[in-house]
């Protein structure tokens, strides 16, 4: 069985501040990892995702996650938020057989003057 | 153009009404899931097809139906036994070598 927890359903952060967004996962096997975005009425983009490489990842705009085993975390940051960052951020999890993906609920970031 | 097309992205239905939303792909994926989202509830499963003709329930699958007759095609039916079908609906693709989903634009239906 997998799980995620994201921790803070909404966070604010100052235009070019750091943003960290937590996730935690449980899984019973090896876990893939992935962060989406959200914008309204939209579909999900993928922003990163690891699949048992490097533990840093690098995604698009800007944005890393670090999988860290032994924390049994896959925290999302960006060094300096800009207002188009204001979105829906989900993290997500599957076993490695297939990508029945388990989603947390969400953490809606808004990016201040 | 390539991807996945869900249609339309807006319906609205009178409560006690079977509505039926499409998700078509051109990416060749096997895979095809629908999500259900509600806020402040992230990403919920309803069914998902990894081949032709074959389908299983996800976590929510109660008061809905879908079929899988071709690879491009995954409809969802919110039938008249969804006790609160008003939500945005998502379809996604997936194939094993990628591991990860990719999303259409999604549908939101507003029963009344």
């Known amino acids: 069985a997998q799980s995620v927890t994201q921790l803070g359903s909404h966070v604010s952060v100052s235009e070019g501040a750091l943003v960290l967004l937590r996730c935690n996962y449980s899984?019973?096997?090896?876990?893939?990892l992935f962060w989406y975005v959200q914008y309204p009425n939209q579909g999900l983009q993928l922003l990163l995702k690891?699949?048992?490489?490097?533990?840093l990842v690098k995604g698009i705009n800007g944005f890393e996650a670090e999988f860290k085993k032994s924390e049994t975390s896959f925290h999302l940051t960006k060094p300096s938020a800009h207002m188009s960052d204001a979105a829906e951020y989900f993290c997500?999890?599957?076993?490695?057989?297939?990508?029945?993906?388990?989603f947390g609920t969400g953490t809606q970031l808004k990016v201040e003057l | 153009d390539g991807g996945i097309t869900q249609s339309p992205k807006y319906l609205f239905r009178k409560e006690g009404q079977n509505v039926t939303l499409s998700c078509e792909q051109n990416?060749?994926?096997?895979?095809m899931y629908w999500y259900r989202q509600d806020p402040g509830q992230g990403l919920r499963l309803i069914y998902y097809?990894?081949?032709?003709?074959?389908?299983q329930k996800g976590d929510i699958a109660e008061g809905y139906s879908v079929s899988r007759e071709k690879k491009e095609s995954f409809p969802l039916t919110v039938t008249s036994a969804q006790k609160n079908p008003t939500a945005f609906y998502l379809c996604?693709?997936?194939?094993?070598?990628?591991?990860?989903?990719?999303f259409g634009q999604g549908t939101r239906l507003t029963v009344v």
């Open positions: 997500a999890v599957s076993g490695p057989a297939g990508n029945k993906l388990t």
């Open positions: 899984s019973s096997v090896p876990p893939y």
């Open positions: 690891y699949t048992s490489a490097a533990t």
């Open positions: 990416l060749n994926h096997d895979a």
């Open positions: 097809s990894q081949i032709v003709n074959d389908f």
């Open positions: 996604a693709t997936g194939t094993e070598q990628t591991s990860e989903a990719f």
